[in-house]
């Protein structure tokens, strides 16, 4: 299942501060790194999504801790048969879990793109975004697609995004020998990548259920 945050302005200080009660340390050392305010905030929303999730799809109503694979990909020390992926970018934080490996990204639609968009897409993703009544979306969700499937592997940045061709997969959901399905809203992009063929329900939480 897919859990999603997006309404960051109800957020208030009384919930982060009792959110920080239950986040492990490693999370909160990671987190302490973020500079700005709205960064530390989705780092800590991002995490009570997992914590969530698991606690209404497993029963887990603890604090985790995380083991890392060989290119920083976090696993459940405790559940390595559970398998999830958090993200989150200025418009929301999300998170996926699922009992095959799975990789998910969430990201605000970008309009400053022509800049990076030579470097990361491929000739056909190029072509694609450019004929498109709104390049921005079609932008911003090959990017989502491709940072998804990074995080399936667990590659981290091994792998060169102008290498990973989603112009098929825009259409089909399908690249390689997984699943990569992407939806969107007015505000973001977001997408989610794994074996499994079963399409992932999408649970948009409010600040009163993620924080009670």
Known sequence: MIYIFDD?????????QQACQILPRQRMEK????????????GITAYLLLHYGLKLEYGIDEPVEFDLGLHGKPSLKKYPDIHFSISHCRAGALCSISDAPVGADIQEIENTYSKVMRRVMTEKEISI?????????????????????????GTGLSEELRKLDFSETYKTNRFRDCFCRHRRTARYCYSNCTAEETIPAVNLLTAEQ???
Do not use: G
């Open 8 to 16: 960051l302005q109800t957020l208030t200080k009384d919930m982060i």
């Open 31 to 42: 987190i302490s790194c973020y500079h700005f305010e709205r960064d530390r905030n989705l």
């Open 129 to 153: 975004i450019t004929d498109s009544p709104c390049p921005d979306i079609a932008f911003t969700t090959f990017w989502v697609l491709k940072e998804c499937y990074i995080k399936y592997l």
């Open 210 to 212: 993620l924080f009670r």
